[in-house]
Protein backbone atom coordinates (compact mmCIF):
# COMPACT_ATOMS: atom_id res chain seq x y z
CA UNK A 1 0.00 0.00 0.00
CA UNK A 2 1.20 3.31 -0.75
CA UNK A 3 -0.41 5.13 2.10
CA UNK A 4 -0.81 3.32 5.33
CA UNK A 5 -4.16 2.16 5.68
CA UNK A 6 -3.17 0.67 9.20
CA UNK A 7 -2.52 2.83 12.43
CA UNK A 8 -1.69 1.34 15.52
CA UNK A 9 -2.12 3.13 18.82
CA UNK A 10 -0.48 2.14 22.15
CA UNK A 11 0.97 3.46 24.93
CA UNK A 12 4.79 5.08 24.15
CA UNK A 13 5.29 7.69 26.50
CA UNK A 14 4.56 4.86 29.53
CA UNK A 15 6.55 2.00 28.90
CA UNK A 16 4.48 -1.19 30.64
CA UNK A 17 3.57 -4.67 29.73
CA UNK A 18 1.45 -3.78 26.79
CA UNK A 19 3.89 -2.10 25.08
CA UNK A 20 6.22 -4.60 24.36
CA UNK A 21 3.57 -6.92 22.82
CA UNK A 22 2.40 -4.09 20.97
CA UNK A 23 5.66 -3.12 19.22
CA UNK A 24 6.28 -6.88 18.31
CA UNK A 25 2.86 -6.64 16.52
CA UNK A 26 4.19 -3.57 14.54
CA UNK A 27 7.13 -5.42 13.40
CA UNK A 28 4.93 -8.50 12.80
CA UNK A 29 2.78 -6.45 10.21
CA UNK A 30 5.51 -4.40 9.05
CA UNK A 31 6.30 -7.90 7.03
CA UNK A 32 3.06 -6.75 4.92
CA UNK A 33 1.65 -3.36 5.54
CA UNK A 34 2.26 -0.04 5.72
CA UNK A 35 1.44 0.64 9.22
CA UNK A 36 1.42 4.55 11.08
CA UNK A 37 1.91 3.99 14.71
CA UNK A 38 1.26 6.78 17.75
CA UNK A 39 0.72 7.43 21.32
CA UNK A 40 -2.61 6.32 22.35
CA UNK A 41 -3.70 9.10 24.70
CA UNK A 42 -2.07 11.89 22.34
CA UNK A 43 -3.02 10.93 19.05
CA UNK A 44 -7.53 11.44 19.02
CA UNK A 45 -6.50 15.11 18.79
CA UNK A 46 -4.09 14.66 15.56
CA UNK A 47 -6.18 12.24 13.61
CA UNK A 48 -6.22 14.16 9.84
CA UNK A 49 -7.33 11.31 7.96
CA UNK A 50 -9.43 8.05 7.93
CA UNK A 51 -8.04 4.59 8.33
CA UNK A 52 -9.27 1.23 7.27
CA UNK A 53 -7.93 0.02 10.35
CA UNK A 54 -7.16 1.24 13.50
CA UNK A 55 -5.76 -0.69 16.66
CA UNK A 56 -6.26 0.68 20.09
CA UNK A 57 -3.76 -1.35 22.34
CA UNK A 58 -5.03 -1.54 24.65
CA UNK A 59 -8.86 -0.88 25.75
CA UNK A 60 -9.51 -0.60 29.01
CA UNK A 61 -6.83 0.74 30.94
CA UNK A 62 -6.35 4.11 28.48
CA UNK A 63 -10.37 4.14 27.85
CA UNK A 64 -12.32 3.92 31.38
CA UNK A 65 -11.93 5.17 34.87
CA UNK A 66 -13.47 5.03 38.05
CA UNK A 67 -14.20 8.98 38.05
CA UNK A 68 -17.11 10.17 36.23
CA UNK A 69 -15.53 13.26 35.06
CA UNK A 70 -12.14 11.58 33.76
CA UNK A 71 -14.13 8.98 31.84
CA UNK A 72 -15.90 11.08 30.01
CA UNK A 73 -13.23 13.03 28.69
CA UNK A 74 -11.62 9.23 27.72
CA UNK A 75 -14.42 8.49 25.77
CA UNK A 76 -14.35 11.30 24.18
CA UNK A 77 -10.65 10.20 22.61
CA UNK A 78 -12.48 6.93 21.47
CA UNK A 79 -15.00 8.52 20.32
CA UNK A 80 -13.17 10.41 18.07
CA UNK A 81 -10.67 7.23 16.75
CA UNK A 82 -14.01 5.49 16.35
CA UNK A 83 -14.65 8.33 13.55
CA UNK A 84 -11.40 7.76 11.83
CA UNK A 85 -11.95 4.20 11.70
CA UNK A 86 -13.79 1.56 9.44
CA UNK A 87 -12.73 -0.84 11.95
CA UNK A 88 -11.80 -0.65 14.98
CA UNK A 89 -10.12 -3.24 16.59
CA UNK A 90 -8.24 -3.58 19.89
CA UNK A 91 -5.82 -5.65 22.06
CA UNK A 92 -7.08 -6.41 25.69
CA UNK A 93 -6.92 -9.07 28.11
CA UNK A 94 -9.01 -10.86 30.93
CA UNK A 95 -7.12 -10.57 34.11
CA UNK A 96 -10.26 -12.75 35.93
CA UNK A 97 -13.40 -14.46 34.66
CA UNK A 98 -15.66 -11.53 34.91
CA UNK A 99 -15.41 -8.11 32.88
CA UNK A 100 -17.37 -5.29 34.34
CA UNK A 101 -20.78 -4.18 32.06
CA UNK A 102 -19.04 -0.93 31.40
CA UNK A 103 -16.36 -2.95 29.63
CA UNK A 104 -18.77 -5.19 27.86
CA UNK A 105 -20.72 -1.90 26.79
CA UNK A 106 -17.52 -0.13 25.11
CA UNK A 107 -16.84 -3.18 22.98
CA UNK A 108 -19.99 -3.32 22.06
CA UNK A 109 -20.33 0.22 21.07
CA UNK A 110 -17.26 0.60 19.70
CA UNK A 111 -14.92 -2.05 18.14
CA UNK A 112 -15.83 -4.89 15.13
CA UNK A 113 -13.15 -7.20 16.81
CA UNK A 114 -11.13 -7.81 20.02
CA UNK A 115 -7.64 -9.64 20.05
CA UNK A 116 -6.91 -11.11 23.40
CA UNK A 117 -3.92 -13.65 24.05
CA UNK A 118 -5.29 -16.63 25.39
CA UNK A 119 -8.65 -18.98 25.42
CA UNK A 120 -9.48 -18.26 29.46
CA UNK A 121 -9.40 -14.66 28.02
CA UNK A 122 -11.73 -15.26 25.04
CA UNK A 123 -14.25 -17.22 27.00
CA UNK A 124 -14.13 -14.59 29.84
CA UNK A 125 -14.81 -11.63 26.99
CA UNK A 126 -18.25 -13.74 25.53
CA UNK A 127 -19.20 -14.73 29.07
CA UNK A 128 -19.34 -11.72 29.83
CA UNK A 129 -21.43 -10.34 26.87
CA UNK A 130 -19.10 -9.21 24.58
CA UNK A 131 -20.89 -9.83 20.98
CA UNK A 132 -18.09 -8.64 18.31
CA UNK A 133 -15.66 -11.05 17.10
CA UNK A 134 -12.68 -11.82 19.81
CA UNK A 135 -9.80 -13.58 18.31
CA UNK A 136 -6.71 -14.80 20.60
CA UNK A 137 -3.46 -14.57 19.43
CA UNK A 138 -0.82 -15.49 21.63
CA UNK A 139 1.65 -13.39 23.15
CA UNK A 140 5.03 -14.46 21.55
CA UNK A 141 9.11 -14.96 22.47
CA UNK A 142 11.41 -12.32 21.15
CA UNK A 143 14.29 -14.16 19.70
CA UNK A 144 17.19 -12.02 21.49
CA UNK A 145 15.77 -13.87 24.39
CA UNK A 146 15.40 -17.17 23.67
CA UNK A 147 18.31 -17.28 21.46
CA UNK A 148 20.69 -15.04 24.08
CA UNK A 149 24.37 -16.49 25.25
CA UNK A 150 24.18 -13.80 28.04
CA UNK A 151 27.67 -13.45 29.55
CA UNK A 152 27.80 -11.03 32.99
CA UNK A 153 30.13 -9.08 31.01
CA UNK A 154 27.74 -7.96 29.32
CA UNK A 155 25.14 -7.18 32.24
CA UNK A 156 24.93 -2.96 33.85
CA UNK A 157 21.85 -4.01 35.88
CA UNK A 158 23.99 -3.32 39.43
CA UNK A 159 21.26 -6.08 40.81
CA UNK A 160 21.72 -8.53 38.18
CA UNK A 161 25.07 -8.53 38.71
CA UNK A 162 24.92 -7.98 42.62
CA UNK A 163 22.98 -11.72 42.58
CA UNK A 164 25.61 -13.31 40.34
CA UNK A 165 28.35 -12.55 42.98
CA UNK A 166 26.25 -13.72 45.87
CA UNK A 167 24.93 -17.04 43.55
CA UNK A 168 28.38 -17.72 42.98
CA UNK A 169 30.15 -17.49 46.17
CA UNK A 170 27.09 -19.05 48.55
CA UNK A 171 25.82 -21.72 45.90
CA UNK A 172 21.96 -20.33 46.49
CA UNK A 173 19.40 -22.68 44.54
CA UNK A 174 17.48 -19.20 43.19
CA UNK A 175 13.91 -19.10 43.25
CA UNK A 176 12.71 -16.57 41.01
CA UNK A 177 9.01 -14.04 41.35
CA UNK A 178 7.97 -11.84 39.02
CA UNK A 179 6.29 -9.13 40.03
CA UNK A 180 5.72 -5.92 38.14
CA UNK A 181 2.71 -4.62 39.84
CA UNK A 182 -0.95 -6.05 41.15
CA UNK A 183 0.68 -8.27 44.01
CA UNK A 184 -2.49 -10.04 45.07
CA UNK A 185 -3.82 -10.70 41.47
CA UNK A 186 0.01 -12.26 40.99
CA UNK A 187 0.24 -14.63 44.09
CA UNK A 188 2.98 -12.49 46.07
CA UNK A 189 1.35 -13.35 49.46
CA UNK A 190 1.34 -17.06 48.69
CA UNK A 191 4.89 -16.87 47.41
CA UNK A 192 6.02 -15.19 50.82
CA UNK A 193 4.23 -17.93 52.71
CA UNK A 194 5.81 -20.63 50.32
CA UNK A 195 9.23 -19.55 50.23
CA UNK A 196 9.14 -19.14 54.08
CA UNK A 197 8.48 -22.66 54.75
CA UNK A 198 10.69 -23.72 51.99
CA UNK A 199 13.60 -21.92 53.54
CA UNK A 200 13.06 -23.36 56.88
CA UNK A 201 13.80 -26.40 55.61
CA UNK A 202 16.65 -25.34 53.04
CA UNK A 203 19.13 -23.21 54.02
CA UNK A 204 20.48 -22.90 50.58
CA UNK A 205 17.17 -21.55 48.73
CA UNK A 206 17.40 -17.58 47.76
CA UNK A 207 13.92 -15.65 46.73
CA UNK A 208 14.67 -13.36 43.90
CA UNK A 209 11.99 -10.91 42.96
CA UNK A 210 12.25 -8.82 40.08
CA UNK A 211 10.17 -5.62 39.55
CA UNK A 212 10.16 -2.56 37.96
CA UNK A 213 10.65 0.96 39.92
CA UNK A 214 6.88 0.75 40.92
CA UNK A 215 6.70 -0.41 44.39
CA UNK A 216 4.22 -2.93 45.41
CA UNK A 217 3.01 -3.48 48.82
CA UNK A 218 3.24 -7.13 49.29
CA UNK A 219 7.38 -6.52 48.16
CA UNK A 220 7.53 -5.78 52.50
CA UNK A 221 5.93 -9.65 52.87
CA UNK A 222 8.31 -11.19 50.54
CA UNK A 223 11.29 -9.32 51.62
CA UNK A 224 10.84 -10.98 55.27
CA UNK A 225 12.35 -14.39 53.39
CA UNK A 226 16.16 -14.28 52.57
CA UNK A 227 15.95 -12.63 49.32
CA UNK A 228 17.22 -10.15 46.51
CA UNK A 229 15.44 -7.58 44.33
CA UNK A 230 16.12 -6.79 41.36
CA UNK A 231 14.65 -3.35 40.35
CA UNK A 232 14.10 -2.01 36.53
CA UNK A 233 13.72 -2.97 33.05
CA UNK A 234 16.80 -5.49 31.60
CA UNK A 235 17.33 -5.65 28.23
CA UNK A 236 16.87 -9.41 26.46
CA UNK A 237 20.19 -10.26 26.90
CA UNK A 238 19.96 -8.98 30.90
CA UNK A 239 16.19 -11.21 30.94
CA UNK A 240 18.12 -14.03 29.55
CA UNK A 241 20.90 -13.81 32.66
CA UNK A 242 18.35 -13.50 35.31
CA UNK A 243 16.78 -17.05 33.84
CA UNK A 244 19.98 -18.86 33.56
CA UNK A 245 20.73 -17.93 37.55
CA UNK A 246 17.14 -19.07 38.45
CA UNK A 247 16.68 -22.79 39.05
CA UNK A 248 13.17 -22.81 39.51
CA UNK A 249 10.52 -19.93 38.40
CA UNK A 250 6.91 -18.86 40.29
CA UNK A 251 3.95 -18.24 38.68
CA UNK A 252 1.11 -18.38 41.19
CA UNK A 253 -1.32 -16.40 39.63
CA UNK A 254 -4.71 -15.78 40.29
CA UNK A 255 -5.64 -14.26 37.60
CA UNK A 256 -3.96 -12.91 34.15
CA UNK A 257 -4.33 -13.17 30.41
CA UNK A 258 -1.60 -15.17 29.21
CA UNK A 259 1.61 -14.38 31.60
CA UNK A 260 4.63 -14.47 29.27
CA UNK A 261 7.27 -14.89 32.24
CA UNK A 262 5.97 -18.05 32.66
CA UNK A 263 6.37 -19.39 28.95
CA UNK A 264 10.15 -17.78 28.60
CA UNK A 265 10.86 -19.28 31.57
CA UNK A 266 10.23 -22.14 29.85
CA UNK A 267 11.68 -21.11 26.93
CA UNK A 268 15.15 -20.81 28.74
CA UNK A 269 14.58 -24.41 29.83
CA UNK A 270 13.44 -23.70 33.68
CA UNK A 271 11.16 -25.57 35.59
CA UNK A 272 7.87 -23.42 35.96
CA UNK A 273 5.63 -23.67 39.05
CA UNK A 274 2.24 -22.20 38.70
CA UNK A 275 -1.68 -24.11 38.12
CA UNK A 276 -3.35 -25.85 35.16
CA UNK A 277 -6.80 -23.18 35.47
CA UNK A 278 -7.55 -19.97 33.46
CA UNK A 279 -4.52 -18.64 31.14
CA UNK A 280 -2.08 -21.34 32.21
CA UNK A 281 -4.70 -24.15 30.61
CA UNK A 282 -3.26 -23.13 27.27
CA UNK A 283 -0.10 -23.97 27.64
CA UNK A 284 0.00 -26.51 30.99
CA UNK A 285 2.27 -29.61 29.34
CA UNK A 286 5.10 -26.96 30.66
CA UNK A 287 3.91 -26.25 34.30
CA UNK A 288 4.05 -28.21 37.00
CA UNK A 289 0.98 -27.58 38.76
CA UNK A 290 -0.16 -26.77 42.44
CA UNK A 291 -3.70 -27.95 44.01
CA UNK A 292 -6.15 -24.37 43.99
CA UNK A 293 -9.03 -23.15 45.61
CA UNK A 294 -11.21 -21.03 43.26
CA UNK A 295 -11.44 -17.09 44.59
CA UNK A 296 -14.06 -14.82 44.00
CA UNK A 297 -11.54 -11.62 43.42
CA UNK A 298 -8.71 -11.13 41.74
CA UNK A 299 -8.01 -7.77 41.85
CA UNK A 300 -9.84 -6.23 44.47
CA UNK A 301 -11.92 -2.60 43.65
CA UNK A 302 -10.91 -3.18 40.41
CA UNK A 303 -13.50 -1.75 37.69
CA UNK A 304 -12.40 -3.62 34.63
CA UNK A 305 -11.94 -6.92 35.98
CA UNK A 306 -14.49 -8.10 38.13
CA UNK A 307 -14.25 -11.31 38.47
CA UNK A 308 -12.73 -14.60 40.39
CA UNK A 309 -9.70 -16.72 39.65
CA UNK A 310 -7.50 -19.49 41.76
CA UNK A 311 -5.57 -19.25 44.44
CA UNK A 312 -2.60 -21.56 44.71
CA UNK A 313 -2.54 -23.31 48.09
CA UNK A 314 0.81 -22.04 49.65
CA UNK A 315 1.31 -25.63 51.48
CA UNK A 316 1.41 -27.27 48.20
CA UNK A 317 3.32 -24.59 46.58
CA UNK A 318 6.19 -25.42 48.75
CA UNK A 319 6.07 -28.93 48.53
CA UNK A 320 6.80 -28.53 44.46
CA UNK A 321 9.15 -26.20 45.20
CA UNK A 322 11.52 -28.79 47.39
CA UNK A 323 10.14 -31.66 44.83
CA UNK A 324 11.57 -30.21 41.88
CA UNK A 325 14.87 -29.26 43.97
CA UNK A 326 15.09 -32.72 45.01
CA UNK A 327 14.75 -34.18 41.65
CA UNK A 328 16.68 -31.46 39.58
CA UNK A 329 18.41 -33.58 37.38
CA UNK A 330 15.52 -35.37 35.53
CA UNK A 331 13.07 -32.54 36.13
CA UNK A 332 15.90 -30.33 33.90
CA UNK A 333 16.20 -32.75 31.42
CA UNK A 334 12.67 -32.95 30.77
CA UNK A 335 12.79 -28.82 30.49
CA UNK A 336 15.46 -28.66 28.10
CA UNK A 337 12.79 -30.58 25.71
CA UNK A 338 9.77 -28.14 26.39
CA UNK A 339 12.33 -25.46 25.76
CA UNK A 340 12.48 -26.25 21.84
CA UNK A 341 9.01 -27.41 21.70
CA UNK A 342 8.03 -23.82 23.40
CA UNK A 343 10.27 -21.38 20.98
CA UNK A 344 9.16 -23.06 17.73
CA UNK A 345 5.36 -22.67 18.92
CA UNK A 346 5.60 -19.05 20.34
CA UNK A 347 7.74 -17.82 17.96
CA UNK A 348 6.85 -14.52 16.32
CA UNK A 349 6.95 -14.81 12.93
CA UNK A 350 4.21 -17.83 13.55
CA UNK A 351 1.97 -15.87 15.65
CA UNK A 352 2.36 -12.64 13.37
CA UNK A 353 1.34 -14.60 10.34
CA UNK A 354 -1.68 -15.20 12.01
CA UNK A 355 -2.22 -11.44 13.32
CA UNK A 356 -1.64 -10.47 9.12
CA UNK A 357 -4.36 -12.94 8.62
CA UNK A 358 -6.72 -11.52 11.45
CA UNK A 359 -6.28 -7.97 9.67
CA UNK A 360 -6.55 -8.61 5.97
CA UNK A 361 -10.80 -9.47 6.89
CA UNK A 362 -10.53 -5.91 7.86
CA UNK A 363 -9.14 -4.25 5.25
CA UNK A 364 -11.75 -4.99 2.33
Known sequence: MS????????????????????????????????????????????????????????????????????????????????EHADNLIGFDVADSDRLSNLCVDIVNEYYKAVIVPSNFSRKTFINSGVNVDVYVLPHGLSDDLINAKPSINNVNNFDLRYLYTV????????????????????????VANAVRIVQSKRKDVLLVIKTTYVFDPYIVMLRK??????????????????????????????????????????????????????????????????????????IPHNHIHIGGGYTVKYEDLADKILYVLDNYDDIKAKYAKYAKEVRERYNWNNIGKKLIKITEKYLH
Open 3 to 82: EADILYLYPMKERVSFTIVAEKHIEQLYNKFDVDYFEITEYYAKLDKRYKVIFTHPIFWVFTHLSPAILYERLGWLERIY
Open 167 to 190: KRKFGYKIVLFFLWHSGYRKGADI
Open 225 to 298: NKSVLVKGWLSDEELAFLYDLADIVLCPSRGGGFELNALEAVARGKPVIAHHHGCFMDYKRYIIGCDVEYCKTV
